[in-house]
């Protein structure tokens, strides 16, 4: 079980991490920083869960 929700959370980890640097590549940063930055805290918070 412990496994299984790790890999979730490291599959989470990186399509969160796609999604950003998507959204870095192909619009303006004043235009998406909020989002990057809610999208960074909550990939963050998963990569600390991860390592419990």
Partial sequence: MKRNKNGLLFEQINKISKVISTLSE????EDVADEINFLSVARDNLKDWLER
């Fill in 26 to 29: 192909n619009f303006a940063q």
